[in-house]
């Protein structure tokens, strides 16, 4: 990572020397001190955990520097000055290396200065090449991005994750991990509004000596994937965007070296748990002002997997139709999806075909009245195994909802009131050695809120009521919130105040009910038009029915946030 630094240097101080470049600054810094407490009640009650370090401080430095037109230089510098790791190399057992401070996911440190078409990237990055290649972690490390005239040329390597050791105590037991290292590369050409062409390469591969410990549940993996995506837009708003992949998969790097699978070296070795597959995806359409149409289709093959995308279901092939458009003179925009997805298409037991549906249409009626509805329609479905005990796994889940909004206006204020009710249905069903079992979780939600907006006044109240009706298998919640809020300025507009209650009843079935209060306040003063003082406290109050049994009846707990900081403009 030197020469990336010696480079940015270099760039610098050439641009910095130029007369005729004046240098500006601009951006935001600032400091917070976050205080937390928890009481518990009565003596030996751990039913509730703390949720946060009980002090801590917070820094974030975010300039911008530029010089004449051609060089910018943002920064992101965002870090706490505790470490926060909940199962990392340093939870309050030993104090973080320079390394480890850095690439801690709790702080992010980037550089990214941009010279004509030349741009350096250092640091936390969260980068997208592609839909198959890598591009949905943050990643630590360096690289750069090139794009004289119309050629493109990308490159990054770096950490997404540290080695961390497997302790089982003191609980809760860390589970370990191993670091993980990523190389990215692309090359193709680019006319924006006109075409695309690239070749994307992506490499991950777990360090297998970065813990002295290995994790027990958590086996070391590599890949190595290719992928070509190919974009074309066409006038008039026809459209079709192509990319196709291949990628080497190793789900256990300690296993021996394969003699039926070909490695592709000297990117990986295939070892005896190495899989290879294959995976496409293309969009075709064409948009316009006011109607947009296409239709999608993606294949993911059932060893088709990458470390730069580690949530990515395999053995899948979906197909939506899409649109948009706007109508009756522009007062409705429907947004709209239909298709299907099939799951374990490698396996003719357990294929199954889901619905995929989405909605979302917003008509204004007139000036006072408007109403929106959704709708959204989604499946899940994984292979299981018996000779391993896995339960193949099998979710749909299907929500709707409605929401009217009505406004009404006179001489000193407008008044604004609005309904949301939303309907959740999920049903999961494990299926293990051919015996089915079935899960049922069914929400009903309703929130009415009412806004009133003052004309000669600085008031600005809000009320809302929340009522939540859940029936799973076995268990049946409920809960009732009521809330209101009060926004307002004063001292000639330097302080900007602004509390909020909350009061919730909950119910468990067969218990008795649960009460929550929790009150906040904000308080923030401009010392001046570019320094402000923020400050924010809010207390929660939790009292629990008789569901936890003796000798915690009524047991509670006071949990409280003090968060104070400067934040300067410059």
């Given at each position: 990572?030197?020469?990336?630094?010696?480079?940015?240097?270099c760039?610098?101080?050439?641009?910095?020397?130029q007369?005729?470049?004046?240098?500006s600054?601009?951006?935001?810094?600032?400091?917070?001190?976050?205080?937390?407490?928890?009481?518990?009640?009565?003596?030996?009650f751990?039913?509730?955990q703390?949720?946060?370090?009980?002090?801590?401080?917070r820094?974030?430095?975010?300039?911008i520097?530029?010089?004449?037109?051609?060089?910018?230089?943002?920064?992101?510098?965002?870090?706490?000055?505790?470490?926060?790791?909940?199962?990392?190399?340093?939870?309050?057992?030993?104090k973080p290396?320079?390394?480890?401070?850095i690439?801690?996911?709790?702080?992010s440190?980037g550089?990214?200065?941009?010279?004509?078409?030349?741009e350096?990237?250092?640091?936390?990055?969260?980068?997208k090449?592609?839909?198959?290649?890598?591009?949905?972690i943050?990643?630590f490390?360096?690289?750069?991005?090139?794009?004289?005239?119309?050629?493109?040329?990308?490159?990054?390597?770096?950490?997404?994750?540290?080695?961390?050791?497997?302790a089982?105590?003191?609980?809760?037991?860390?589970?370990?991990?191993?670091?993980?290292t990523?190389?990215?590369?692309?090359?193709?050409k680019?006319k924006?509004?006109?075409?695309?062409?690239?070749?994307?390469?992506a490499?991950?591969?777990?360090?297998?000596?970065?813990?002295a410990?290995?994790?027990?549940?958590?086996l070391?993996?590599?890949?190595?994937?290719?992928?070509?995506q190919?974009?074309?837009?066409?006038?008039?708003?026809?459209?079709i965007?192509?990319?196709?992949a291949?990628?080497?998969?190793?789900?256990?790097?300690?296993?021996?070296?394969?003699?039926?699978i070909?490695?592709f070296k000297?990117?990986i070795?295939?070892?005896?748990?190495?899989?290879?597959?294959?995976?496409?995806?293309?969009s075709?359409?064409?948009?316009?002002?006011?109607?947009?149409?296409?239709?999608?289709?993606?294949?993911?093959?059932?060893g088709?997997?990458?470390?730069?995308?580690?949530?990515?279901?395999?053995?899948?092939?979906?197909?939506?139709?899409?649109?948009?458009?706007?109508a009756?003179?522009?007062?409705?925009?429907v947004?709209?999806s239909?298709?299907?997805?099939?799951?374990?298409?490698?396996?003719t037991?357990?294929?199954?075909?889901?619905?995929?549906?989405?909605?979302?249409?917003?008509?204004?009626?007139n000036?006072?009245?408007s109403?929106n509805?959704?709708f959204?329609?989604?499946?899940?479905?994984?292979?299981?195994?018996?000779?391993?005990?896995?339960?193949?796994?099998?979710?749909v889940?299907?929500?709707?909802?409605?929401?009217?909004?009505?406004?009404?206006?006179?001489?000193?204020?407008?008044?604004?009131i609005?309904l949301?009710?939303?309907?959740?249905?999920y049903?999961?069903?494990y299926?293990?050695?051919?015996?089915?079992?079935?899960?049922?979780?069914?929400?009903?939600?309703?929130?009415?809120?009412?806004?009133?907006?003052?004309?000669?006044?600085?008031?600005?109240?809000?009320?809302s009521?929340?009522?939540?009706y859940?029936?799973?298998?076995?268990?049946?919640i409920?809960?009732?919130?009521?809330?209101?809020?009060?926004?307002?300025?004063?001292?000639?507009n330097?302080?900007?105040?602004r509390?909020?209650?909350?009061?919730?009843?909950?119910?468990?079935?067969?218990?008795?009910?649960?009460?929550?209060?929790?009150?906040?306040a904000?308080?923030?003063?401009?010392?001046?038009k570019?320094?402000?003082?923020?400050?924010?406290?809010?207390?929660n109050?939790?009292k629990?029915?008789?569901?936890?049994?003796?000798?915690?009846?009524?047991a509670n707990y006071l949990?409280?946030?003090?968060?104070?900081?400067?934040?300067?403009?410059?």
């Open positions: 990572m030197r020469i990336f630094f010696i480079i940015l240097i760039i610098t101080s050439k641009v910095i020397a007369k005729k470049a004046p240098v600054l601009s951006g935001t810094a600032g400091i917070t001190y976050e205080g937390y407490g928890l009481n518990r009640n009565p003596t030996g751990t039913g509730y703390p949720r946060r370090p009980y002090n801590q401080v820094f974030n430095f975010n300039p520097i530029k010089a004449g037109k051609n060089f910018n230089l943002p920064i992101n510098i965002n870090f706490a000055a505790l470490p926060t790791n909940f199962a990392g190399p340093y939870t309050g057992i030993k290396t320079f390394g480890q401070f690439t801690n996911p709790s702080n440190f550089l990214n200065p941009t010279y004509k078409w030349a350096l990237q250092l640091g936390t990055q969260y980068l090449y592609s839909d198959l290649s890598t591009g949905d943050a990643i490390g360096a690289g750069f991005v090139l794009k004289p005239g119309d050629f493109r040329i990308k490159f990054f390597t770096g950490k997404s994750q540290q080695g961390i050791d497997y089982p105590t003191p609980l809760p037991a860390v589970q370990g991990a191993f670091k993980r990523h190389y990215m590369f692309s090359i193709g680019e924006e509004g006109n075409y695309l062409v690239a070749f994307n390469f490499k991950g591969k777990d360090d297998i000596a970065s813990v410990t290995p994790p027990l549940t958590i070391p993996q590599e890949s190595f994937a290719v992928s070509m190919v974009n074309k837009f066409f006038k008039k708003g026809f459209y965007t192509t990319e196709i291949d990628a080497i998969f190793t789900k256990n790097e300690n296993d021996a070296a394969s003699v039926t070909k490695s000297p990117f070795e295939a070892k005896n748990s190495t899989v290879q597959d294959a995976a496409a995806q293309i075709l359409g064409k948009k316009s002002k006011d109607l947009d149409v296409g239709l999608t289709a993606k294949y993911i093959g059932a088709f997997q990458v470390t730069g995308y580690p949530y990515l279901q395999p053995d899948k092939f979906d197909y939506t139709v899409n649109t948009r458009f706007n009756f003179k522009k007062s409705t925009n947004v709209a239909i298709g299907q997805r099939v799951n374990n298409i490698s396996n037991t357990t294929k199954a075909k889901q619905f995929i549906g989405n909605l979302n249409w917003f008509t204004q009626v000036d006072k009245f109403f509805i959704n959204n329609n989604f499946g899940f479905n994984s292979n299981g195994s018996t000779t391993l005990g896995i339960p193949s796994i099998k979710n889940s299907t929500d709707a909802g409605f929401t009217p909004t009505y406004t009404w206006v006179n001489t000193s204020m407008s008044n604004t609005s949301n009710y939303n309907y959740s249905n049903k999961e069903t299926i293990l050695a051919g015996v089915p079992t079935t899960q049922l979780n069914n929400t009903h939600t309703a929130l009415l809120s009412y806004i009133p907006v003052y004309f000669n006044k600085t008031l600005s109240p809000d009320f009521a929340l009522y939540f859940n029936t799973a298998t076995a268990v049946k409920m809960f009732t919130t009521l809330s209101a809020g009060l926004a307002m300025p004063v001292a000639k330097k302080i900007k105040l509390g909020q209650l909350q009061y919730t009843l909950g119910k468990l079935s067969g218990f008795s009910a649960d009460n929550n209060f929790i009150a906040s904000n308080v923030d003063y401009a010392i001046n570019k320094l402000t003082w923020a400050n924010y406290l809010t207390t109050y939790y629990y029915g008789n569901q936890l049994g003796n000798p915690f009846i009524g949990e409280s946030t003090l968060r104070t900081g400067l934040q300067v403009k410059f």
